[in-house]
């Protein structure tokens, strides 16, 4: 099993619309997720972490659900700025700010 | 602007030569990590430097090598370049060790290997 898996997509989705991704993770004593958005070959840029059971920032959602060991990010009333590629992000351990990084899932959204 | 600054921005070498990327990290960040970032992939950690150490590495055979400054700006020398390090590669500094805390990343460094 991959350290983090993510669904590559792409989401195309219309403007208004209400998206989500999933995200499985392979290490149970991961302790805080992240999702960096990625815009086509740009630097990532951190959007959210997750630290407990989840976290909201106006129209994004992230949940974390340890039993199941995935995370999501819901996103709403999706704007044509919003396309780009999630990356679902999880430390490699403890001791450094080393981080595994999924390969992305691309959203495209259409007027 | 993260204030993580690479050069060059772009760069094309042929097989087998060697090849030298450039960080500078933001002010106060005494860590320094890099990525590889291959055409549809996600970013692969690469190795990291903390307070001018080697603080982990990933999955990378020993021809990529690095080095971190007094003043925590870095390097990565990648040597018998390869046709698959075609790639992006990224920097990101941040303050100090451990989970948790954001990641500022530069805008890469285009590495092309003909």
């Known amino acids: 099993r991959k350290e983090v898996e993510q669904d590559p997509g792409p989401f195309n989705v219309p403007e208004g619309a209400t998206v989500a991704f999933n995200c499985t993770y392979s290490n149970s004593a991961s302790q805080s997720f992240f999702w960096y958005r990625q815009d086509c070959r740009k630097e990532p840029k951190l959007l959210m972490s997750?630290?407990?059971s989840g976290n909201e920032d106006g129209r994004f959602t992230a949940q974390l659900n340890r039993a199941s060991q995935y995370i999501s990010l819901l996103i709403r009333d999706s704007k044509l700025s919003d396309s780009a590629t999630y990356l679902c992000?999880?430390?490699?351990?403890?001791?450094?700010?080393?981080?595994?990084f999924g390969s992305g899932t691309r959203l495209q959204v259409q007027p | 602007e993260t204030g993580v600054t690479q050069s060059p921005t772009h760069l094309i070498k042929t097989r087998g030569q060697q090849v030298t990327l450039r960080c500078s990290s933001q002010?106060?960040?005494?860590?320094v990590s890099w990525y590889q970032q291959a055409l549809g992939q996600g970013p692969q950690f690469i190795f990291q430097?903390?307070?001018?150490?080697?603080?982990g590495r990933g999955n990378f055979p020993p021809r990529f090598s690095g080095l971190q400054f007094p003043n925590y700006s870095s390097e990565l020398n990648v040597n018998a370049l390869e046709l698959d390090d075609s790639a992006l590669y990224l920097c990101?500094?941040?303050?100090?060790?451990?989970?948790?805390?954001?990641?500022?990343f530069g805008s890469g460094t285009q590495l092309s290997v003909l």
């Open positions: 992000v999880v430390p490699l351990d403890t001791g450094r700010r080393a981080l595994t």
């Open positions: 997750v630290y407990s």
């Open positions: 430097y903390y307070r001018e150490e080697e603080n």
């Open positions: 990101a500094s941040s303050l100090g060790r451990g989970p948790g805390e954001k990641l500022f």
């Open positions: 002010s106060g960040h005494n860590t």
